[in-house]
Nanobody, 129 residues
Framework: QVHLVESGGGLVQAGGSLRLSCTAS????????MGWFRQAPGKEREFVAA????????YYADSVKGRFTISRDNTKNTVYLQMNSLKPEDTATYYC??????????????????????WGQGTQVTVSS
């Protein structure tokens, strides 16, 4: 079992920055590909970014490419999402997710929620205009 806890959300003005963190329990974090998703009120959960278990490969949604950066520190069992140039449309609850089961081929597969086995409870990000 893996327990994921997100932090770092809050209220920020458009154009500002936030860094989200997701800390995982368990000794095998370094073998888990990780992802960030978000869900705005009345909308479906959508993919934001993913990172391979080594951190050498990343993949982003077009809507955040060039503004958000996903990274990880396996010594701290933590994955990060640095969010810059925030827009009101980035307002959502942000969730991290961990894939614990097997190989996945291309990192593009990690854009799908079904690729993940564990989810955090989410952290709210609100961007005011």
């Amino acid at each position: 079992q893996v327990h994921l806890v997100e932090s770092g959300g809050g209220l920020v003005q458009a154009g500002g920055s936030l860094r989200l963190s997701c800390t995982a329990s368990g000794r095998t974090f370094s073998s888990y590909p990780m992802g960030w998703f978000r869900q705005a009120p009345g909308k479906e959960r959508e993919f934001v970014a993913a990172i391979s278990y080594t951190g050498t490969s990343t993949y982003y949604a077009d809507s955040v490419k060039g503004r958000f950066t996903i990274s990880r520190d396996n010594t701290k069992n933590t994955v990060y999402l640095q969010m810059n140039s925030l827009k009101p449309e980035d307002t959502a609850t942000y969730y991290c997710a961990a894939r614990a089961e097997g190989a996945y081929g291309s990192i593009r597969y990690l854009q799908f929620a079904r690729a993940y086995d564990y989810w955090g409870q989410g952290t709210q990000v609100t961007v005011s205009s």
